[in-house]
DNA sequence: ATAATAGTCTAGTGATTCTGTCAAGTATTA
DNA sequence: TAATACTTGACAGAATCACTAGACTATTAT
C-alpha cells in the first residue's frame, strides 16, 4: 500500500547524484544513469521536469550536464517529489485537481488529510544534505521518540566507503 | 502522489458503518452500500477479505450482515488497511514480498523505510473509536510520544485548532 | 566551420494494476 | 420453502505506469 511511482524514486536517486558532485561541476545524464542504474532516455524526461521547476539548472554542450541551483540544504526531498508527482493526495478527495463532491459525509476525509500533511511534513524536513551526510534520522532525533541512531548504522562500511569517494 | 487505492478508502469506510451500528445487530451490505454509496459487489469483495481475517463477521440469513469481531477502540485503520493492501511499502525494495536486489547501493533505502514506519505508526494508532468519536486528532494528541517524532509536530496551529473543533 | 558532445521535446506503446461487474452459487431463518 | 443474505471465482474496460524512440537544438574544442 501507498507505493512511491519509480519516476519519484529514480529522481530522487538521480537528485542525489547531482548533489554529490556539486562541487565537482556538472554530471551528465550518462553518469547518472550508470550509477543509479536508470535508463537514460528515462532520466531525460524526469531531469528535464525538474529543471523547469528551478530546482536544477543544465549545462549544454561538451562538459555540459546539470548542477544544484541551490545548496542541498535548501533543497528537500518533498520538493522534488511534488514536483514529479504533485502533491500529496492520499485520496481523490483531496486532490487540488480533482476535490470533494461530499466533504461532509466523508467520515475519513480529516484522517486522510491529516495522515497526508504528516508525509509531507516528514518529506520537506528531509533535504539532500540529509542524505549527502547520510545523517536523516539525526537531524529526526530532535523530534521525541523518533527512530534512533544514524542512517548510516545499518549500511555496510564498503558502501560507505564507496560513498565518501 | 501517495494514493491510497479506492478498496482501501471504502474498506475503511465500511468498516466506519459496521462500528456505528455495532450495538444495533448486524449491518448488511446493501445497507453498507445506500450509506457510503459503494457498489454492493465490490462491498461484497471487500468485506469477504475482511472476514476472513477475522476483524469481522457474518451473520446469514434474514436479518443477517456484519459485526465487529472485536471492540472498535480494539480495530486500527492500520490493521483493515493491512489486511485489503498489504503492509505500506513505499517502493518495491522494501515490499517483503520482493525483496531488495541492491540494498547497498540503495542510498534512498532508509529515507524510505523510515517514512514507512512512520506512516504504519500513525495508521496503527488510528482506530474506528477515534472515527466513531469524531476526535481522532484530540485522541491522538492525548497520547504523546506513540506516534513516533510527534506526527503532529509540523501541522500548523491553525490546522490543528480547525481539527479540534 | 564543423564535428563531437550534451541537453530538449513530443509521441507512443506494452504491461500492469485498478476498479469494478457478473453470475452462479451456499447458508440461514421466518 | 420463500426470502434474505453472504460466498466465490472469473473476467473486462479503463487508467496509469514505466519506459522507448526519434528528431531536434545548443555549446564548445579544434
Chains 1, 2 share one sequence.
Not at 539548472?57 to 520538493?79: A, N, Q, T
Amino acid at each position: 500500500m501507498l507505493r512511491l511511482s519509480t519516476k519519484g524514486q529514480y529522481g530522487v536517486r538521480a537528485m542525489f547524484e547531482i548533489a554529490r558532485s556539486c562541487n565537482h561541476g556538472p554530471v551528465t545524464i550518462r553518469e547518472i544513469s550508470e550509477r543509479q542504474d536508470v535508463s537514460v532516455a528515462y532520466l531525460e524526461q524526469i531531469l528535464n521536469q525538474l529543471r523547469k521547476s528551478g530546482i536544477i539548472k543544465s549545462v549544454r554542450g561538451p562538459g555540459g550536464g546539470y548542477v544544484l541551483s541551490r545548496d542541498p540544504g535548501k533543497v528537500s526531498i518533498g520538493e522534488i517529489l511534488r514536483e514529479l508527482e504533485g502533491p500529496v493526495a492520499i485520496t481523490s478527495c483531496l486532490d487540488p485537481k480533482e476535490g470533494c463532491m461530499r466533504v461532509e459525509g466523508c467520515v475519513t476525509h480529516l484522517l486522510w488529510k491529516s495522515l497526508g500533511e504528516n508525509i509531507e511534513a516528514f518529506l520537506n524536513s528531509m533535504t539532500l544534505k540529509d542524505l549527502l551526510e547520510g545523517n536523516e534520522f539525526i537531524s529526526l532525533k530532535q523530534r521525541p521518540g523518533q527512530v534512533p541512531g544514524n542512517i548510516m548504522a545499518k549500511v555496510p562500511d564498503k558502501t560507505k566507503a564507496r560513498l565518501a569517494s
